[in-house]
Structures are given as structure tokens and as C-alpha cells.
């Protein structure tokens, strides 16, 4: 069924691909950003240039609209969330959030098994309205209370239908942003050690194609409140490593940080930092296995890396 959806954000990594999986499907698409990266929809979508943490701003270009369905992949803090309820309150059929794994940071070796949506009690979360949440010195470390806040204001205040998607590390060939999957082919390439710490705990990962699928079926589903989304196999960063060490037929070179070294790498953790998917499996979506794609990726990856390498040295 044709429907009205807005993407609040949609022109960078993932975001991208879900605008096309929608225009595809027959939907109206509307996308709104800042307007500082560019996109190449063309008249496919209508542009709203808006910064979403700007409260004024964003009554004043929303207060006449309604969508059926809404993607915020820029919901980053309880002050992104609360600014949310207040313009969309009535408005929207359904509100998806873009939340992360990392909300279950500060479980890590606290729960000794994959963690699990209920992990959370997002009624008992305290808010603080106090902390600097948009100073951009602080976003890396106020990421994971940053995001479970923003879910916990969402749903203890009950006004807008909401789901909360807590996405697993995406892995990508291209426009990935973070680097991290690229950061270990590199470390591969020039034959240096992965740094590691002793525990090695397995986490879980989604790749692009996976994340946009999961998407598309929560906004196209009934339930309400968060799910995890994670392709099954979970992996080390050792474990990774090894794998594209493999994969690029050279040696897995390891070395074990000593204590109070903190250059480790990306997706290295002292214990295991999985999530359970039984709930997104109860409501009749099943993951992929990572097995089924990470090869590929890798070479994938590796190729766009000496691609670009060879054109920066004839350029």
C-alpha cells in the first residue's frame, strides 16, 4: 500500500538505501536534513531543510504535515526525542527509531549470555535534561546514554506509536562513514598486528542490505517498543581478523594488549556483547547468518580500497 513516509536524515550510509527500497516500493518519500551533503534522488523525493534539533524550526516546517510512517535516523539524545513527541505527537501513523547495540553498553559482563530487548527497562531509565547532549566534544562518549534516553523518553511518555530498532554493527563495502571494517583490512594489508584485549568477546553485526530489509519489515509491521536486529553468528575481533587475514591470504598477525594500553581495535571486548533476536524471530522476521555474506564483503571492500589507493596514485 502506498504510503506517506518521512526519512529524518536518509542521505548518508544505510539511510541511502532505504530512501531507495521506498521509492521502489511505490511510496512517497520525503527526506529531511540540514541540506549540507548532497544526494542524487533528484525529483524522486521532497527535500525539507530543517535542523531536527532546532525546536522552533521544527514546528514550523511540520506543523501542517502527517505521515503515515516515520524513520528517525537522527535521534541521537532525550532532547532529540522529547522535541519528536512535541511535533509529531498526533501526527504519524508510526514513528521508527534508529537505535544501536551500544544501549546494552554498560551490561557488558554483567549479562553472561546474549542480551535480550527486556535487558532494558526503559521505564526506570533516569533522564538527565541537565547534560550537554548537542556539545559535539562529548558525542562519541555520550553516544549509548544518549540513544537509550532518547528511548526511554519515548516510550515512558507513550505519545507517539514508537519502535526502537537496536541495530548491531553494520558492516559495509562502501560509504561507511565509521572506517572500522576498512580499518582492519588495512591492518591486514600492511602486515601489522590487530591489537586485542585478553577476553576477546564475540559481538553481533548486520550488513547494509540486512539493516534496510529489517527496516522496511518494522515499518511495514504492528508491533510497538524495541527489537534487536543481528544477523546470527556472532564473531571476535580476532575471529574477524582471522577472516580477512584468510580471505587475503596473508598471516593473522595478533598481538594482546598489555594492561593500560587503550589503542584496541574496533568491536574488541573484554566479554561477549551479542544480541538475542528471539523477539524480531516471534514476530516473523528471520536474519541471515553472517557466514552467508561476510566473505564477499570482505573482498568487496578490499578491491574498493586498492581501487581508490591505485587512483590516488594517478591522480
Known amino acids: 500500500?502506498?504510503?506517506?513516509?518521512?526519512?529524518?536524515?536518509?542521505?548518508?550510509?544505510?539511510?541511502?538505501?532505504?530512501?531507495?527500497?521506498?521509492?521502489?516500493?511505490?511510496?512517497?518519500?520525503?527526506?529531511?536534513?540540514?541540506?549540507?551533503?548532497?544526494?542524487?534522488?533528484?525529483?524522486?523525493?521532497?527535500?525539507?531543510?530543517?535542523?531536527r534539533r532546532d525546536e522552533t524550526a521544527m514546528h514550523v516546517v511540520f506543523a501542517q504535515a502527517s505521515y503515515d510512517l516515520v524513520y528517525d535516523q537522527m535521534c541521537y539524545s532525550p532532547l532529540d526525542a522529547a522535541i519528536a513527541l512535541d511535533v509529531f505527537a498526533g501526527k504519524v501513523g508510526r514513528y521508527v527509531m534508529s537505535s544501536t547495540i551500544e544501549t546494552y553498553r554498560h551490561l557488558i559482563g554483567n549479562v553472561n549470555r546474549p542480551l535480550r530487548e527486556d535487558d532494558l527497562d526503559l521505564s526506570q531509565v533516569s533522564i538527565n535534561w541537565q547534560y550537554p547532549w548537542h556539545d559535539p566534544a562529548l558525542a562519541d562518549i555520550s553516544y549509548a546514554s544518549g540513544k537509550l534516553q532518547a528511548e526511554a523518553v519515548l516510550l515512558q511518555d507513550g505519545r507517539l506509536p514508537v519502535v526502537s530498532l537496536r541495530i548491531a554493527h553494520v558492516l559495509a563495502a562502501q560509504d561507511d562513514f565509521t572506517g572500522r571494517l576498512a580499518s582492519y583490512i588495512r591492518t591486514v594489508q600492511q602486515g601489522l598486528p590487530l591489537h586485542r584485549l585478553a577476553?576477546?568477546?564475540?559481538?553481533?553485526?548486520?550488513?547494509?542490505?540486512?539493516?534496510?530489509?529489517?527496516?522496511l519489515w518494522a515499518g511495514e509491521a504492528d508491533f510497538l517498543g524495541p527489537?534487536?536486529?543481528?544477523?546470527?553468528?556472532?564473531?571476535?575481533?580476532?575471529?574477524?581478523?582471522?577472516?580477512?587475514?584468510?580471505?587475503?591470504?596473508?598471516?593473522?598477525?595478533?598481538?594482546?594488549?598489555?594492561?593500560?594500553?587503550?589503542?584496541?581495535?574496533?568491536?574488541?571486548?573484554?566479554?561477549?556483547?551479542?544480541?538475542?533476536?528471539?523477539?524480531?524471530?516471534?514476530?516473523?522476521?528471520?536474519?541471515?547468518?553472517?557466514?552467508?555474506?561476510?566473505?564477499?564483503?570482505?573482498?568487496d571492500l578490499h578491491a574498493h580500497l586498492q581501487a581508490v589507493e591505485t587512483e590516488a596514485q594517478y591522480a
Open 1 to 51: 500500500m502506498h504510503k506517506n513516509i518521512l526519512i529524518i536524515g536518509g542521505t548518508r550510509f544505510f539511510g541511502k538505501q532505504l530512501v531507495r527500497r521506498l521509492l521502489a516500493k511505490g511510496h512517497s518519500v520525503t527526506i529531511a536534513t540540514r541540506g549540507q551533503t548532497p544526494d542524487d534522488f533528484g525529483d524522486a523525493v521532497q527535500r525539507l531543510h530543517v535542523d
Open 199 to 215: 577476553g576477546a568477546g564475540r559481538t553481533s553485526f548486520l550488513n547494509v542490505d540486512e539493516i534496510v530489509d529489517a527496516m
Open 227 to 299: 527489537v534487536n536486529l543481528a544477523c546470527e553468528g556472532s564473531l571476535s575481533a580476532p575471529q574477524l581478523h582471522e577472516r580477512i587475514a584468510h580471505q587475503l591470504g596473508k598471516p593473522a598477525l595478533l598481538r594482546v594488549s598489555e594492561n593500560g594500553e587503550t589503542e584496541n581495535s574496533p568491536f574488541d571486548y573484554a566479554h561477549d556483547y551479542a544480541m538475542d533476536t528471539a523477539r524480531a524471530r516471534s514476530l516473523g522476521y528471520e536474519f541471515s547468518a553472517t557466514d552467508d555474506w561476510l566473505d564477499k564483503l570482505i573482498l
